[in-house]
């Protein structure tokens, strides 16, 4: 009997140990989670890696985070940042201001006196426009990743106003979202090695906005050294929608300022006046700040003109400034985009009446110029699109419109094929893709509150790569379905781990030729000149855009 009671201890210690993990700000009880193919995942949630970002803080760069004594119980998720839902129709808010904590997914914890070989890493930055979304495993659960092995890290970070607010000065430079994400990456540095990660082999990865977040780490001298690879899904930093030009968050911050009777003759009254306010009323405050940009994105990254003492700077120059002059982290690249992006967004781009779509009066055109009102531009292009994507057809939301692929075109792929060029200009290895896997569910489904099969739209990649219960419930994976989970995440974690994704894949050769592969239900296709006809269109039109590498002719 001894014998026994004695056993079920050492148990009872070992169960313990192996969910414990002590860090240098103090220790952490994590639990336990099952991988899709039944693996034991070891699951630490709601580690924070930052001060909470209140009272003071509240536009302020991220503190680090203050020790803690005792067991700190790393069991439970969260909140997520204060934020609206995804879609236009959504605009309760919800969320907390203390946000900033992440989650780390390990399959083995380190034991003393093992020699087993450190895990790679790779973190996770959530999309969601940079005013939705957190690392939270209703979209972002480990239990695809895991089942190779590699430990998964994800974050939530300050979204919109709270976290993008400028007013473009020392008061205010911008970018605290942002430099959210580069305090989580520091947190990964510092502390991963305890959970059996090797921090030298860390690789960033996210989707949409967390694809150009990924991109912008590549461009921000604050990044620097803290990953090794990056991946960038339907998203970089030279797409049309990633940057706030200057000169707007300064307006932006005076408009939501007089919404509050805040004083905006200067910015350290305007910023201390905006400190007093309640959290939910400042987020929804930015939606009654009339449309300029594309999609529902009001506050997004800025190029910081200047910061306080001390402070450090995220972005002082433009995305494209810097790729053209080569100062950025020459890392091996995984770039891409889905085949049909743009079918996720006719509504959020032209309200739900297709019959009243025209693209000389809608932001689609206008937002992409820099002189918006110059009406006679507007219409030419806007001619020049309705007859390249719709002929003399009417303009509707059916899946074989061209409305699909001119949204896809001109918000991901013209950005990502610019940016693809470039870096593999600089001699950086570049793998581009193309996803082109249509499976059971799509996100289409929810953004256009249709059935029809509008093909691979914007996140439908993500499906492969994480669990979506919360969003398809009761909706089990084809057999179809769950071959594209291991292609995707063999794919993933072969780069993760050797800055290849698979022996076959061969990187972009030259900027001029883009070679890139297609990822299909039969396998990985190889091409060249990714939607060649369709990109050139836009980056030959006198666009003149912030973010284009071709601002095309002078004439039409």
């Known amino acids: 009997m001894r014998c026994g009671l004695a056993g079920l201890l050492t148990t009872i210690i070992t169960v313990l140990a192996d969910d414990l993990v002590v860090l240098k700000h103090g220790s952490l009880k994590g639990h336990r989670l099952t991988s899709r193919k039944g693996r034991e995942i070891f699951a630490f949630q709601g580690v924070p890696y930052a001060k909470p970002p209140v009272g003071e803080l509240r536009f302020k760069p991220p503190q680090p985070a203050e020790p803690w004594t005792g067991v700190l119980d790393a069991t439970k998720e969260a909140p997520v940042c204060v934020q609206r839902g995804l879609f236009p129709s959504d605009v309760e808010v919800r969320g907390q201001e203390d946000c900033l904590y992440l989650n780390v997914y390990t399959p083995r914890i380190p034991k003393s006196g093992s020699e087993a070989a450190p895990l790679d890493v790779m973190v996770w930055v959530h999309g969601g426009g940079w005013f939705t979304g957190s690392g939270n495993t209703d979209m972002y659960g480990p239990q695809y990743l895991l089942d190779k092995d590699i430990i998964l890290v994800t974050m939530n970070y300050r979204l919109g106003l709270i976290g993008f607010l400028s007013t473009e000065d020392a008061e205010c430079p911008g970018n605290n979202g942002m430099k959210d994400q580069v305090a989580a990456l520091r947190w990964v540095r510092d502390n991963i090695a305890e959970f059996g990660g090797n921090p030298n082999s860390v690789t960033i990865f996210g989707e949409s906005a967390g694809g150009s977040s990924t991109h912008f780490h590549m461009l921000s001298p604050a990044s620097k050294g803290l990953f090794h690879r990056a991946i960038s899904q339907s998203g970089t930093a030279v797409c049309a929608w990633a940057l706030t030009p200057p000169g707007r968050p300064k307006l932006l911050a005076e408009q939501v300022a007089d919404m509050f009777n805040c004083p905006t003759q200067s910015s350290s009254e305007l910023i201390s006046c ?14 009654l700040i009339p449309a300029e940009r594309i999609f529902p994105i009001t506050f997004a990254p800025v190029i910081e003109k200047q910061v306080g003492e001390g402070d450090e700077i995220f972005m002082s120059e433009n995305p494209m400034k810097i790729l053209l002059s080569g100062d950025l982290e020459l890392v091996p690249w995984m770039v891409g985009v889905t085949s049909r992006e743009g079918g996720l967004f006719p509504i959020f781009l032209f309200g739900p009446d297709e019959s009243k779509v025209k693209l000389e009066e809608n932001s689609v055109i206008t937002m992409l110029l820099e002189n918006p009102e110059d009406k006679s531009l507007v219409k030419k292009v806007a001619q020049k699109a309705q007859k390249f994507y719709f002929g003399d057809k009417r303009i509707t939301y059916a899946p074989d419109s061209g409305i699909t692929d001119m949204i896809t075109d001109l918000f991901f792929l013209v950005g990502t094929n610019s940016a693809a060029r470039l870096h593999s200009k600089r001699g950086e290895q570049v793998y581009y893709y193309l996803f082109d896997y249509r499976g059971k569910n799509s996100f289409s489904t929810v953004g256009m509150n249709s059935t029809a099969n509008y093909g691979p739209v914007h996140l439908d990649d993500v499906l492969y790569l994480f669990p979506q ?85 002078d004439e039409l």
């Open 469 to 553: 219960d919360v969003i398809f419930r009761n909706s089990k994976l084809t057999a179809e379905d769950e071959r594209m989970v291991e292609t995707m995440t063999a794919l993933w974690t072969n780069f993760a781990r050797s800055g290849e994704p698979a022996p076959t894949w061969k990187p972009v050769s030259s900027p001029e030729v883009l070679d890139y592969v297609r990822i299909a239900h039969d396998g990985l296709h190889h091409g060249q000149g990714l939607l060649k006809e369709r990109s050139e269109f836009w980056e030959t039109l006198p666009l003149r855009t912030r973010y284009s590498v071709a601002v095309g002719k």
């Open 274 to 287: 905006l400190r007093k306010q309640d959290s939910y009323k400042l987020y929804g405050a930015e939606l």
